[in-house]
Nanobody, 125 residues
Framework: VQLQASGGGLVQAGGSLRLSCAASGRTFINNAMGWFRQAPGKERDFVAAISRNAGITYYADSVKGRFTISRDNAKNTVYLQMNSLKPEDTAVYYC???????????????????WGQGTQVTVSS
């Protein structure tokens, strides 16, 4: 599976962005998916995850109520809608897919087998 993240950019605080993660190579409708982010000099942090059937979602406390993860299996794409953005949301955002063995996402980046290249999100104050 190859994952391509897009949709990042520069936005003012309070603004919105929608990130997309498109899969190629094969379908990923049976993979649980996640979004992570990494700021300069920091570890890669969990943002959100969604189960293979979109029935279960998880969010980091820092983004709960502001971000929404969703998936369109017909388009082989996962989205991250980000509203009320804050300067502390600035980071490179990565999408990831879990092995087919697991139905749900998880907060640990070590539990994901496939990663996209990342897209930069910059929120100005």
């Amino acid at each position: 599976v190859q994952l391509q993240a897009s949709g990042g950019g520069l936005v003012q605080a309070g603004g919105s962005l929608r990130l997309s993660c498109a899969a190629s190579g094969r379908t990923f409708i049976n993979n649980a998916m996640g979004w992570f982010r990494q700021a300069p000099g920091k570890e890669r942090d969990f943002v959100a995850a969604i189960s293979r059937n979109a029935g279960i979602t998880y969010y980091a406390d820092s983004v709960k109520g502001r971000f929404t993860i969703s998936r369109d299996n017909a388009k082989n794409t996962v989205y991250l809608q980000m509203n009320s953005l804050k300067p502390e949301d600035t980071a490179v955002y990565y999408c990831a897919a879990r092995s087919l063995l697991y139905a749900s996402g998880t907060i640990s980046p070590n539990e994901y087998d496939y990663w996209g290249q990342g897209t930069q999100v910059t929120v100005s104050s």
